[in-house]
């Protein structure tokens, strides 16, 4: 059996994981090691890790590795102690790869860790653009790491051969993610309202917001602004809470005392998880914030998504994401533009550039492939472009 190493350190990044753990975890041919660090591990951002275990997955290992709060200097330092750990797991465990999904910091040490032990790296998501936010830099550095690229469509797997990686080795396979909208059995309106514990008899908003880390101490003062121009709507809203970036927790405490003060409108939820997201997502008015989930799966459910800010800047969009400036008057303009009928009727049948087929299976089968002829070799031949 072939040990394959799947790391995760957010909720999102897990939900993201799940059916390639899930198909990992069912197949003969492979043992599943699974890791888990980071924002799973905290109760600042709901301890996630037992949803994980919920699931049916066996935790292999737990790196914890949060501090208190989400000062530059302090991100390091827990970057230091992932190193430092999962440096030791390696050494003892030895998978034959490792699986990671996306452009967290915490991804860095996992590629330093298995570089130095001569371990492949598989990365998922890569060649993708988010212009405001320091993932844009990890990522770019993962694909760097990695011998196994799966990338959401066919401009993502150009830009990691551009990288410089062998066309051979990278796969446009679509977003894992996706595969929870089409498989799992999601609620109607009436279960999620029971399953929150709110009242939706108003439209609502799904709202996520993260700091855009290429900026200066603005999340806070956009936060508001989104807040306010959802005040002056009669949406009411539910909210998640930002991950455990630099100025995440600034966001967290802000959306705290508002769903405190206006119990009757908003609702914020630590995590809701992958079945009560999507289902969130499903029936809402529209997505509101700046997360990936809004233009990756939103247009899976031709729900509208506006767009804040430049978090997201560059990522490939379907016709149902509007993007607008981090202000009230931009952001409520926007608001009121994806709430026409007009607006509706334009993307009712429109395409969503992430959606795949089969990701899940063709991934597994590539893994197996690579890993059976042993034909993974770690001197990687720089592809030039021939320009």
């Given at each position: 059996?072939?040990?394959?190493?799947v790391v995760?350190?957010?909720?999102?990044e897990?939900?993201?994981l799940?059916?390639l753990i899930?198909?990992i975890?069912?197949?003969?041919?492979f043992?599943?090691q699974l890791?888990v660090t980071?924002a799973?591990?905290?109760?600042?951002?709901?301890?996630?890790?037992?949803k994980?275990?919920k699931?049916g997955?066996k935790?292999h290992?737990?790196?914890?590795?949060?501090?208190?709060?989400d000062k530059a200097?302090?991100?390091?330092?827990a970057m230091?102690?992932?190193?430092?750990?999962?440096?030791r797991?390696?050494?003892v465990?030895r998978?034959?790869i490792?699986v990671?999904l996306?452009?967290?910091?915490?991804l860095?040490p996992?590629?330093i860790?298995?570089m130095?032990?001569?371990?492949p790296?598989?990365?998922?998501?890569?060649?993708?653009?988010?212009?405001?936010?320091?993932?844009?830099?990890?990522?770019?550095?993962?694909?760097k790491f990695?011998?196994?690229?799966?990338?959401?469509?066919k401009?993502?797997?150009?830009?990691?051969?551009?990288?410089?990686e062998?066309?051979?080795?990278v796969?446009?396979?679509g977003e894992l993610?996706?595969?929870n909208i089409?498989?799992e059995?999601?609620?109607?309106?009436?279960?999620?309202?029971?399953?929150l514990?709110?009242?939706?008899?108003?439209?609502?908003?799904l709202i996520?917001f993260?700091?855009?880390?290429l900026e200066?101490?603005t999340?806070?003062?956009q936060f508001a602004?989104?807040l306010?121009?959802?005040?002056?709507?009669d949406?009411?809203?539910?909210?998640?809470k930002?991950?455990?970036?630099i100025g995440?927790r600034i966001?967290?405490?802000?959306a705290k005392?508002y769903?405190?003060?206006?119990?009757?409108?908003a609702?914020?939820?630590?995590?809701?998880?992958?079945?009560?997201?999507?289902?969130?997502?499903?029936?809402?008015?529209l997505?509101?914030g700046n997360?990936s989930?809004?233009?990756?799966e939103?247009?899976s459910f031709?729900?509208?998504t506006?767009?804040i800010?430049?978090?997201?800047k560059?990522?490939?969009?379907?016709k149902t994401?509007?993007?607008c400036?981090p202000?009230?008057?931009?952001?409520?303009?926007?608001?009121?533009e994806?709430?026409?009928?007009?607006?509706?009727?334009?993307i009712?049948n429109?395409?969503n550039p992430y959606?795949?087929?089969?990701?899940?299976?063709?991934?597994?089968?590539?893994?197996?492939?690579?890993l059976?002829k042993?034909n993974?070799?770690?001197?990687k031949?720089?592809?030039?472009?021939k320009?």
């Amino acid at each position: 059996m072939k040990k394959i190493c799947v790391v995760t350190a957010t909720r999102a990044e897990y939900d993201g994981l799940f059916p390639l753990i899930k198909k990992i975890k069912k197949q003969k041919y492979f043992s599943l090691q699974l890791v888990v660090t980071g924002a799973h591990l905290s109760k600042d951002f709901g301890l996630t890790y037992k949803k994980i275990q919920k699931d049916g997955f066996k935790i292999h290992k737990e790196i914890n590795m949060l501090s208190s709060d989400d000062k530059a200097v302090n991100i390091s330092k827990a970057m230091a102690i992932e190193l430092e750990e999962f440096s030791r797991y390696l050494a003892v465990s030895r998978p034959d790869i490792i699986v990671i999904l996306g452009d967290r910091y915490e991804l860095l040490p996992i590629c330093i860790a298995a570089m130095n032990e001569l371990i492949p790296v598989a990365h998922i998501s890569g060649g993708e653009i988010t212009e405001g936010a320091l993932d844009d830099q990890v990522r770019h550095a993962v694909t760097k790491f990695s011998f196994l690229h799966f990338t959401a469509n066919k401009k993502y797997r150009k830009r990691v051969i551009q990288l410089g990686e062998n066309p051979n080795r990278v796969f446009a396979f679509g977003e894992l993610s996706i595969e929870n909208i089409k498989k799992e059995k999601l609620l109607s309106k009436e279960e999620l309202k029971k399953e929150l514990g709110f009242e939706l008899d108003k439209p609502y908003a799904l709202i996520t917001f993260h700091p855009v880390t290429l900026e200066n101490n603005t999340a806070g003062k956009q936060f508001a602004e989104l807040l306010r121009a959802l005040d002056a709507t009669d949406l009411k809203a539910i909210l998640t809470k930002s991950n455990a970036d630099i100025g995440g927790r600034i966001i967290n405490k802000i959306a705290k005392d508002y769903a405190k003060k206006k119990f009757k409108k908003a609702i914020l939820f630590d995590n809701l998880g992958r079945i009560l997201y999507l289902s969130a997502m499903k029936h809402a008015e529209l997505v509101l914030g700046n997360s990936s989930s809004g233009i990756c799966e939103a247009p899976s459910f031709s729900v509208p998504t506006v767009n804040i800010g430049d978090r997201q800047k560059g990522r490939i969009q379907s016709k149902t994401t509007v993007n607008c400036q981090p202000n009230y008057s931009d952001i409520l303009n926007t608001i009121k533009e994806v709430r026409r009928d007009s607006f509706r009727k334009k993307i009712k049948n429109a395409k969503n550039p992430y959606e795949n087929k089969s990701t899940s299976g063709k991934i597994i089968k590539t893994l197996k492939n690579f890993l059976s002829k042993k034909n993974i070799t770690l001197k990687k031949k720089f592809y030039d472009i021939k320009f």
